[in-house]
């Protein structure tokens, strides 16, 4: 069993920044790929990035270049930079976590998920 809690959301104006980060409890974090995921207003819910259990990485092409996602084995938490936003990255972004093989970086089924944080760019 995973808990997840995601931080760093808030308000920022277009070109700007905001690290978001999620910290796991529980044990076995390196047993897991971890993702960001997002949803906006009206639409549903879209892969943003996947860590693998190696510290691979893969990205939607709408974020590719401008986030990053890593992790920290050591304080079980993952962190998602994102860089020169845009006002449709306005959503609520969702850390998740799914039990992997070392280098598998999954996009969908995963098996735990966070409450979610807010991000609103403007423009």
């Known amino acids: 069993q995973v808990q997840l809690v995601e931080s760093g959301g808030g308000l920022v104006q277009a070109g700007g920044s905001l690290r978001l980060s999620c910290a796991a409890s529980g044990r076995s974090f390196g047993s897991y790929a971890m993702g960001w995921f997002r949803q906006a207003p009206g639409k549903e819910r879209e892969f943003v990035a996947v860590i693998s259990r190696s510290s691979g990485s893969r990205y939607a092409e709408s974020v590719k270049g401008r986030f990053t996602i890593s992790r920290d084995s050591g304080n079980n938490t993952v962190y998602l930079q994102m860089n020169s936003l845009k006002p449709e990255d306005t959503a609520v972004y969702y850390c998740?976590?799914?039990?992997?093989?070392?280098?598998?970086?999954?996009?969908?089924?995963?098996?735990?998920w966070g409450q979610g944080t807010q991000v609103t760019v403007s423009s």
């Open positions: 998740a976590a799914k039990i992997s093989s070392w280098n598998a970086l999954p996009e969908t089924q995963y098996d735990y």
